[in-house]
């Protein structure tokens, strides 16, 4: 098996925390203004993973799975609600 060969580039960060992603990586990603990341920081490595939101099928999907979770677990309307009031600070 062929290993493929990985872009190596170096960027810098500006004064405000901005990294820019060199453009040879942006091209190879496919990534565009307002690509969004899930940033992992472990002492010296800092890793940029590019997510994306689900697609509307991806999402009916997750919809069907909690709603049978929580059937299967007894949870009502009013509890759904009752914990959004929790979170939000009121009662």
Not at 27 to 56: A, E
Request: proline share 3%; hydrophobic share 40%; aromatic share 4%.
């Amino acid at each position: 098996m062929e290993a493929k060969m990985v872009d190596v580039c170096t960027t810098k960060m500006s004064s405000k925390g901005q990294v820019v992603i060199p453009e040879n990586i942006r091209k190879q990603l496919n990534l565009k203004v307002g690509s969004q990341f899930v940033v992992v920081g472990d002492k010296d490595v800092v890793i940029f993973k590019n997510i994306s939101p689900p697609s509307l099928d991806e999402f009916g999907d997750l919809i069907a799975d909690a709603r049978k979770k929580g059937r299967q677990v007894g949870m009502k309307k009013s509890d759904i609600r009752k914990a959004i009031l929790k979170v939000r600070g009121r009662k």
